[in-house]
């Protein structure tokens, strides 16, 4: 397949997923899917699902959360936003809505619905970042450990081509404060990475 239709055959299934509304009687804000993909992108984001706030905006990452994943990865937001070398594909592309305690889990039937279809348009993907546990539960299977502090901890077994994360949230500040090796360790890596990926 050439590249030019490797790119039409994306578009056409992106157009397909931003008119997904398979699951919208349980989103209390409606189908909103927020991603960015194209063929030529060599690092996949997959995060949780987009919160209020990037469902309003329509802009992944649009928040303190989307702060410091850039800072994690050294980049500024116009690379970060650059779909031909950044795609983010999260594991419930619509804001679920809120829970007790937090916004609710992503929807589950999201990503076994699209994720397989636009990975199969992404060949050059050479780095996946797992941030957070669906992520992380989904990719790696049995290959993960029980929580993300584990499986994160445990990121050599993955490397280089996937790297799982915490997620960036301002929640987790006293989880980033206890576990000094995250910064110590793997955050370089992580930035030698993108920054060889992105061509920075
Ligand atoms: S969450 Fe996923 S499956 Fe549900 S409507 Fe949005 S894109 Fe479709």
């Not at 980049?75 to 594991?91: E, H, K, S």
């Not at 790696?140 to 502090?149: F, I, K, T």
């Not at 280089?160 to 960036?168: A, E, M, T, V």
């Amino acid at each position: 397949m050439t590249t030019a239709a490797a790119h039409e055959t994306l578009d056409a299934l992106l157009l397909r997923v931003r008119a997904c509304r398979n699951c919208e009687a349980y989103l209390p804000l409606g189908p909103r899917p927020v991603l960015q993909a194209s063929a030529s992108a060599r690092i996949l984001i997959v995060g949780q699902a987009p919160g209020a706030k990037v469902h309003a905006s329509g802009v992944p990452w649009s928040d303190k959360s989307g702060e410091r994943l850039r800072d994690w990865m050294g980049i500024d937001a116009l690379t970060f936003y650059d779909a031909a070398r950044i795609a983010i594909v999260p594991m419930g592309l619509c804001y679920p809505g809120r829970g007790t305690s937090g916004d609710l889990p992503p929807r589950r039937e999201c990503a076994p619905l699209w994720h397989d279809r636009l990975l199969e348009q992404m060949p050059r993907i050479e780095l996946t970042l797992l941030v957070g546990g669906y992520a992380q539960a989904h990719y790696l299977r049995d290959a993960g450990h029980a929580s993300v502090s584990m499986t994160t901890r445990d990121w050599r077994t993955h490397a280089p081509r996937i790297l799982p994360l915490p997620h960036p949230s301002p929640r987790n500040v006293a989880w980033f404060k206890a576990n000094a090796w995250f910064e110590g360790e793997l955050l370089p890596v992580l930035r030698r990475r993108v920054r060889r990926l992105v061509g920075d």
